[in-house]
C-alpha cells in the first residue's frame, strides 16, 4: 500500500492492521508422527498403549485339563474288549437269523409253487354242493360244500381237504398225502377211518355250527 493512500486512510479513522507473527514448524523427533506428535507402535514392545504383545498370549498348549486324563486301567481294556466281541457275537447272530429266515421263506414259496402244480385241475369240489362240512382248521372252524356222496367219502378218509391261497379244495387222500409231502400245512382235512368218532365231532351231518362262528 502506497503511503499517500496509508495516510488518507489514517486521516479517515482508519488503522493499519499489526502484522501477523511468523510461525515456526517444530521439528520430528523419534518416535513421533506427523499428526500432533502422536507416538508410533514400538515394534519390540508391542502397542505404544500398553498393551502385551503376541507373545504375552497363553500357547495353545495351556488348555486346562488338556492331557490330565489317566490311563485306563487294564480292568477297563479288558471291559470294553467284552463288550466289544459281544457286540459282534450278537450281530452276527441277528445277521444269521435273517438269512434263516429268508431262506425258509424261500423254501415256502418254491413249495407252495409245487403244491399248486400238483393240485392244478384236481380239485373236486361241487358248485350245486349244498351241504358244509366243518371242520378245524388253524385253530378256526372252517367249512367246505360237497355233496351227500362226498360228504361219505370224507369221513370215510377217501377224500380230503387241502389250503390253497384261503380256498379249500377237495382232493383224493392220495392227492392230498403228496401236498401234505411237500407242505404240510396245507393239509386242512384229512379222517382216519380207524379213528373214534368222537375225535372229529364235526363229522355228523346234522351237526350245526353258527354262521358267526365260522370265519
Known amino acids: ?46 502397542q505404544a498403549s500398553g498393551k502385551p504383545g503376541r507373545s504375552g498370549k497363553p500357547g495353545r498348549g495351556g488348555k486346562a485339563g488338556a492331557g490330565n486324563r489317566p490311563p485306563r486301567s487294564q480292568e477297563e481294556i479288558d471291559l470294553a474288549k467284552a463288550y466289544a466281541i ?24 418254491a413249495a407252495k409253487a409245487r403244491a399248486a402244480e400238483l393240485l392244478k385241475d384236481k380239485a373236486l369240489n361241487v358248485a350245486e354242493a349244498e351241504h358244509a362240512r366243518h371242520f378245524e382248521y388253524g385253530g378256526k372252524i372252517k367249512r367246505v360244500y360237497v355233496t351227500p356222496d362226498q360228504l361219505k367219502a370224507l369221513n370215510a378218509g377217501e377224500l380230503a381237504v387241502v389250503q390253497l391261497d384261503g380256498r379249500y379244495l377237495l382232493v383224493t387222500a392220495a392227492l392230498a398225502d403228496e401236498v401234505a409231502a411237500v407242505l404240510p400245512s396245507l393239509l386242512a382235512l384229512k379222517i382216519d377211518p380207524n379213528a373214534p368218532a368222537t375225535d372229529d365231532p364235526y363229522a355228523d351231518p346234522q351237526y350245526q355250527v353258527p354262521d358267526d362262528l365260522i370265519w
Open 1 to 46: 500500500m502506497s503511503n499517500s493512500l496509508r495516510e488518507k486512510l489514517l486521516g479517515l479513522g482508519f488503522t493499519a492492521p499489526a502484522p501477523e507473527p511468523r510461525r515456526e514448524r517444530p521439528e520430528r523427533g523419534p518416535g513421533t508422527s506427523g499428526k500432533g506428535g502422536a507416538r508410533t507402535p514400538d515394534k519390540a514392545g508391542g
Open 86 to 109: 459281544r457286540a459282534q457275537k450278537e450281530k452276527q447272530e441277528r445277521i444269521e437269523a435273517e438269512r434263516l429266515k429268508q431262506e425258509e421263506a424261500a423254501r415256502r414259496r
